[in-house]
């Protein structure tokens, strides 16, 4: 009979109960039903609502982590009324439990599809116009997730971000913000230039408001 090493054996036990957490085997149906419910709280009530059942099912052991991500990926994926603030209780629900969830260089992958539910969350409400929205999910979920190595591997994202910089009224932040990568992925430039010309209107916006406000004023 082989024998592991202590170092690996407990290793491998760690990865176990981690997978467990994670994709553990509660009841199928049970799971199904209880998510149908999140989503319909989703889409009537808001995200805080839905995440507020979903926290309360993943302790009761009613639903996983992993079901719940699951689920939002296919209602993204179906655009899904409910998807977008659905994204953002699943989203939520990973901040509340991030103590929980593994943190091992082998859950790399695992982090990344949790940073790409928000790419895919914002940009679904980008597109739907609902700009508060994407905002509020661009950069959602554990920071776990922000790192360069997500950051180089997906661009699109990092453009988003940049875009969602401008949207609150600060492009100059977002142009810095891929500036100052250290890889320059090609989509940047065409980016940059768009957030350079946004920048040059808010400047005259703010100029323009400067003006009425001391008129006004009397000034």
């Known amino acids: 009979m082989p024998r592991f090493p202590h170092s690996r054996l407990r290793f491998l036990l760690h990865l176990g109960l981690s997978l467990l957490l994670i994709w553990g085997g509660v009841g199928c149906d049970n799971t199904a039903r209880r998510l149908d419910a999140a989503v319909a709280l989703a889409g009537s009530a808001g995200r805080a609502k839905a995440e507020t059942a979903l926290k309360a099912d993943f302790d009761a052991g009613r639903i996983t982590f992993e079901s719940a991500m699951i689920r939002a990926e296919e209602l993204l994926e179906a655009d899904d009324p409910a998807a977008i ?3 953002g209780a699943v989203l939520d629900l990973a901040v509340e439990i991030e103590d929980q ?3 091992g260089q082998e859950f790399e ?14 940009y679904a ?8 929205d994407a905002d509020a999910l661009v950069l959602a979920g554990p920071k776990r997730w922000q790192r360069e190595s997500y950051w180089l591997a997906y661009p699109n994202h990092d453009i988003l971000v940049a875009l969602s910089q401008a949207h609150r009224g600060d492009a100059r932040a977002g142009i810095r913000r891929l500036e100052g990568r250290s890889v320059q992925a090609d989509e940047f430039g065409p980016a940059i230039e768009s957030l350079v010309e946004i920048d040059r209107r808010q400047l005259r916006e703010r100029l323009r408001r400067r003006v009425e406000a001391e008129e006004e004023s009397g000034g």
Request: aromatic fraction near 22%; proline fraction near 7%; avoid cysteine.
């Open 101 to 103: 969830l593994p943190s």
């Open 85 to 87: 603030p659905f994204a």
């Open 109 to 122: 992958l695992f982090w990344r599809r949790i940073g790409r539910l928000a790419y895919h969350g914002a």
């Open 125 to 132: 409400a980008y597109q739907a116009r609902r700009y508060d």
